[in-house]
């Protein structure tokens, strides 16, 4: 049970050091100071601001949640509670972006979150049927 506990573990951690980054701490006050109700609409910030690194900022955040959709496909659990567990993950750590300098919340990152998660579920699909296959 040590194997796929320490798989989940790495899987949880980078998205965790990701977001949490670059670890400054601020008073949450000053950050709900400039807190929009917009940042709760998913897709608004990125429709303000469309160029290109908003564009590696999505599949960059996604990229990170596959290994988790990966593991927990691989421990047999279907792809939705990836996502599930991928998209309480991200706004959890969304959450607590509001007391990182330099943070800003958007709830549109969990549902990056758990796309990338159905993406390691559809990868680990994929390798099993190629396996079986041959």
């Keep these: 049970m040590r194997a796929p506990a320490l798989a989940l573990g790495f899987a949880v951690l980078a998205p ?57 496909a691989a421990l047999g659990r279907r792809p939705m509670t990836g996502f599930a567990w991928a998209l309480v993950l991200a706004v959890a750590l969304e959450v607590l972006q509001i007391g990182i300098a330099g943070r800003t919340f958007d709830i549109t990152e969990g549902l990056y979150a758990g796309a990338g998660a159905l993406i390691g579920a559809w990868v680990l699909d994929r390798l099993r049927h190629r396996d079986a296959a041959a």
């Excluded at 807190?35 to 999505?58: H, M």
């Design 16 to 72: 965790a050091l990701r977001a949490l980054a670059p670890f400054d701490l601020v008073a949450p006050g000053e950050k709900l100071a400039d807190f929009d109700l917009w940042q709760l609409v998913p897709f608004w910030a990125l429709f303000r601001n469309i160029n290109p690194g908003t564009f590696r900022n999505v599949f960059e955040a996604a990229a990170h949640y596959v290994p988790m959709g990966y593991v927990l």
